[in-house]
């Protein structure tokens, strides 16, 4: 039985996103950064010299895609892999010198991006929003 609305909040949760897609890509796009691999860059510049195994688990990403997204990041020169000292059979990952001035700018671009996004809450809707997304993404996380 369907409850009442859902297909509205479909339609509005995919609005949300598409907007947020779309603002954020605006402001990103001149560095040459995608909006997948922002995360990655923002996790590295908090701490350098991660795997991709802690990387997946920090942004909640599937081990193929944070491996698509690293590859395609090391190819644009925007990430290096170094050999793990105590696990030779992993990597460490770390920002390029050709990134890492526009790290805090992208940060800064993103949180423009939120800002406008949230601009109409509350400090309690936005503590709630969160609250909400955070459920409804355990919900979907815990379907079994």
């Not at 890509?25 to 560095?31: E, V």
């Not at 940060?107 to 503590?127: C, H, Q």
Request: hydrophobic share 35%.
């Amino acid at each position: 039985m369907e409850r009442k609305g859902n297909k509205n909040l479909c339609y509005k949760m995919h609005r949300l996103t598409r907007l947020l897609q779309v603002q954020l890509n605006d402001q990103i796009k001149p560095y040459g950064v995608t909006q997948g691999q922002l995360p990655v860059l923002c996790c590295l510049w908090e701490n350098e010299g991660q795997t991709q195994a802690e990387l997946c688990e920090k942004i909640q990403v599937e081990q193929p895609t944070m491996a698509n997204t690293l590859r395609r990041m090391e190819r644009d020169g925007l990430v290096r892999r170094a050999p793990c000292e105590q696990d030779k059979r992993q990597s460490r990952i770390f920002l390029t010198e050709l990134i890492r001035p526009d790290v805090l700018v992208l940060e800064t671009k993103r949180d423009t991006v939120i800002d406008r996004m949230t601009r109409l809450m509350t400090a309690e809707e936005l503590e709630i929003f969160h609250r909400l997304l955070d459920k409804a993404a355990m919900a979907l996380e815990n379907q079994e």
